[in-house]
């Protein structure tokens, strides 16, 4: 089969049929179904240098979609990869993700990586079968925004400080050095000290510290609108958050809520380590937290997935 599939660009003459097969790909378990029909266009307009949007075309059907971004000299993004259900087991999402690889590879990336929600069994198989292994996994927690709420720790800005306490702390070694990416909503990056000190100047990095030093921080990634039960809702997402102690945690996750308010936020939300002390911590502030956790997944391209 795949052998009469063509792997070509995506255009926007291809929203009818990708929509067929992705409007309903989580229909179980979200309301609000795939996203896919909402960002395709998108999608295919904004694709450039570093951005590519790919198909694949049977003549008859689209049988594969998935995007690629590069989101730094040597980090790909993998994303949207749905096949379609006719053509499930005929190898044609693997080829297209190995084209998208191979793409990925001529533009510098040497990783590819993509982040799979951990209830969707399928999206994992399809990951692990086209060549990306467990890289690691994070959960996201809510502060509700609150003008009135004032962190028991000193609260600064200071971005060296930031970057020194996240060089040691348990949660970088967790996450593997993986942070929101500040210009691709639901991307995963390395977090860098340029990167953090940018979150410093546009007044967005909250460090608590105390007589001891830096006990952790956290930095706003960006502001999104989302439609809820019929209403527009502000969100503030903040691309990691990291602490010593528990007291750490709650003066942090009160900096959040302020920080979230300071922007007009009816909703946060925080991207914390998938580890026992980092949930319980949040757990003890009676903060919500996300029901399950979400794995990022990541694929070496030096290697040859052709071979």
């Known amino acids: 089969m795949t052998g009469d599939v063509e792997i070509r660009p995506a255009e926007l003459a291809d929203y009818d049929d990708v929509v067929a097969f992705a409007s309903d790909t989580w229909a179980d378990r979200r309301e609000d179904g795939d996203y896919i029909p909402q960002v395709f266009e998108d999608w295919v307009e904004s694709d450039g240098p570093r951005q590519r949007t790919l198909v694949a075309d049977t003549g008859d059907d689209i049988a594969a979609i998935a995007q690629f971004v590069l989101l730094s000299e040597h980090e790909a993004w993998a994303q949207g990869m749905r096949t379609n259900p006719d053509y499930r087991g005929q190898g044609v999402g693997s080829t297209l993700v190995h084209d998208g690889f191979d793409w990925a590879r001529e533009q510098g990336a040497t990783v590819a990586r993509n982040m799979v929600f951990s209830w969707n069994v399928m999206g994992l198989g399809h990951s692990r079968a086209t060549g990306f292994e467990p890289a690691t996994e994070f959960r996201w927690v809510h502060p509700e925004p609150n003008d009135e ?24 070694d967790h996450l593997r050095g993986l942070t929101l990416h500040t210009g691709e909503s639901w991307a995963l990056s390395e ?10 100047d546009r007044d967005a990095l909250q460090v608590v510290q105390d007589d001891a030093g830096t006990q952790g921080f956290a930095f706003r990634s960006r502001t999104y609108e989302r439609e809820e039960d019929g209403e527009a809702q502000t969100y503030a997402e903040y691309g990691v958050a990291a602490w010593a102690d528990q007291f750490a945690c709650a ?57």
Do not use: C, K, N
Not at 191 to 200: N, S
């Open 149 to 172: 709420a004032t962190p028991e720790h000193e609260l600064t800005s200071d971005a060296y400080a930031a970057w020194q306490f996240w060089q040691d702390s348990a949660a970088r």
């Open 191 to 200: 977090l860098t000290r340029d990167r953090l000190a940018a979150t410093a």
């Open 251 to 307: 003066s942090l996750l009160d900096a959040i809520a302020a920080d979230a308010a300071s922007v007009d936020a009816d909703r946060t939300r925080v991207l914390i380590p998938e580890t026992a002390a980092a949930v319980s911590d949040v757990a003890v502030t009676r903060t919500e937290i996300g029901e399950e956790p979400d794995f990022v997944m990541a694929a070496d391209l030096t290697a040859d997935y052709r071979a």
